[in-house]
């Protein structure tokens, strides 16, 4: 929960998760608006609603909710962590003044989309923590049993890890610098539910990078034991947490800290080791869909998304943050506000007939020029679009970086084939490996993740890394896009980068700590270059 607060009894709107409102699409259980702390873990029922309202404040979020705003604007992972994940990067173009400050990095300590990514992120991890001591409690009273109150806890477990590794990567710098040693950001296992609670958070100070990566690991391995490999219905085995979505989102924590024999055991778990054929997973019997539209267009029902984060008609991000609205084309009613960008979509390793060139981008002619758009969210009118966290894909793409790293090239080719070849036509499928496969991985990666959020997560592991940019790229500036006519999105052509890029050295490289976050607690140390 957000840890500074204009009074430091703030608070108590935001203490329990429990008093969001609640949505069938997300429990299957009646709605209920409003639980009391004494009453909401009195039963199973109202357990459930409790742990709906911790999904609920993922999914759908606050946009400053300290100013009396009350719209949901998805944060943190209800399309704002796609959204910012995305213009950080350059592979998609931010077109107008919504995502400005974050595509061109000219953010402070005051900008409103860092400060609520930080504040919500926060605000999950509390209730998470809330409802971890509610059910560990409601077991000494006899309401569950401790194996029920241990699957529930795996749930609020795998989502505390989730969200305290999308603030490392925001405001902290890559583990592969110093192995961690760099300022992380406060790892918050505790409950805040009053103001002895608060006193203590507010003092707590940052720790390093590599204990944030150690606790976020915990988490996971404890959330693996505790979860079910799957839930009764398919729609809640996506949108809820699952043994397959803890090991699944390891693969992508050890990948950020280079541990690759990690990465390939939690990949083996999931059937990223077999030798022939068809790669499936023996937990929740995960596989790559034959068609790439399917994860995005049977969104509660494929075989792909192994944990999605739910939206409904009822519950979404709104107009000003749901994930349809956001990168959707206004041939559909979108907003027209992000595409592709023409040096991802002209790329010579994006080869032409690629499936996901052909169903998953879409082309728009305006007067006298043209751009492309994302087309994986199309619930544009009723906003309804899941955000999809980790898909099998990734999985196997990580597992294939691993497994190269390691100088076990012909495992990795077979991965990087297998979500490469469903996608490309038979002409231009890789008979034998790439001279630098490494590279072949990450090229996969830009393309078969561009739209889901992933682009910053790569660019600020492999920051260092001789496959990396050293920073943020330079980035083409919507203006180019409209002065270049109809030519722009045409195989071979490459529009010079005009907004200039940022060095890994520049204090801009990381997000600054929130002004009132550092200014309420002494022992919070800002990000370097942005004061105190």
């Known amino acids: 929960m957000k840890l500074k607060y204009k009074s430091k009894l703030a608070l108590a709107g935001l203490l329990m998760a429990l008093a969001m409102p609640s949505c069938k699409k997300f429990t299957e259980l009646s709605p209920l608006d409003k639980l009391s702390d004494n009453t909401a873990f009195s039963s199973k029922q109202n357990i459930e609603l409790a742990l709906n309202g911790v999904y609920w404040q993922a999914a759908v979020g606050r946009y400053n909710p300290g100013t009396g705003l009350t719209t949901g604007r998805g944060y943190p992972f209800g399309g704002a962590s796609i959204e910012q994940g995305e213009m950080r990067g350059e592979d998609m173009v931010n077109l107008q003044a919504f995502y400005q400050i974050t595509y061109e990095g000219t953010y402070t300590a005051t900008t409103a989309n860092n400060v609520n990514h930080w504040e919500q992120l926060y605000a999950l991890i509390n209730q998470a923590n809330v409802f ?58 505790k409950a805040m539910m009053g103001a002895p609670d608060v006193e203590e958070g507010i003092s707590q100070k940052r720790g390093t990078v590599a204990e944030d990566y150690a606790k976020i690991i915990e988490d996971l391995n404890n959330a693996e034991n505790y979860l079910p490999a799957a839930k009764a219905d398919k729609a809640l085995s996506i949108s809820k947490a699952t043994k397959g979505a803890a090991i699944a989102l390891k693969t992508r924590v050890y990948l950020h800290m280079a541990d690759y024999d990690n990465v390939i055991a939690e990949g083996k778990k999931l059937g990223a080791d077999v030798g022939s054929g068809a790669f499936t997973s023996p937990i929740g019997g995960y596989k790559l869909e034959a068609d790439v539209e399917t994860p995005f267009t049977s969104q509660a029902n494929n075989l792909e998304s192994i944990f999605s984060i739910a939206q409904t008609q009822a519950q979404n991000g709104g107009v000003n943050g749901a994930i349809a609205s956001m990168f959707s084309a206004s041939a559909f009613k979108g907003r027209d506000l992000i ?14 007939g690629d499936a996901r060139k052909t169903k998953l981008q879409y082309i728009q002619t305006t007067g006298n020029y043209k751009m492309v758009f994302n087309y994986k969210y199309r619930a544009i009118a009723v906003l309804d679009s899941w955000n999809p966290i980790i898909r099998y894909s990734e999985v196997l793409l990580n597992t294939a970086e691993a497994y190269a790293y390691k100088g076990n090239n012909t495992q990795a080719f077979a991965l990087l084939n297998a979500v490469r070849n469903r996608a490309v036509p038979s002409s231009k499928q890789f008979m034998v490996a790439p001279s630098d496969l490494k590279l072949a991985i990450y090229q996969e990666r830009r393309i078969e993740f561009t739209g889901e959020g992933k682009r910053w997560g790569d660019l600020h592991r492999l920051a260092l890394s001789s496959y990396g940019k050293n920073g943020v790229p330079a980035k083409v500036l919507s203006a180019q896009l409209t002065t270049g006519g109809l030519d722009n999105y045409k195989p071979g052509v490459v529009v010079e980068a005009k907004r200039a890029a940022i060095p890994y050295t520049d204090k801009s490289f990381i997000w600054p700590l929130p002004q009132s976050e550092v200014s309420s607690n002494p022992n919070l140390e800002q990000n370097p270059g942005y004061g105190n």
Do not use: M
């Open 132 to 189: 971890i001591k509610g059910v560990e409690d409601a077991v000494g009273k006899g309401v569950i049993t401790q194996d029920e109150s241990n699957a529930y806890k795996g749930e609020a477990l795998f989502l505390r890890a989730l969200a305290h590794h999308e603030l490392v990567l925001h405001f902290c710098k890559p583990y592969a610098d110093n192995k961690g040693s760099n300022l992380g950001v406060p790892y918050r296992t």
């Open 339 to 352: 595409a592709t960008s023409p040096n991802l979509y002209n790329a010579d390793f994006w080869v032409e």
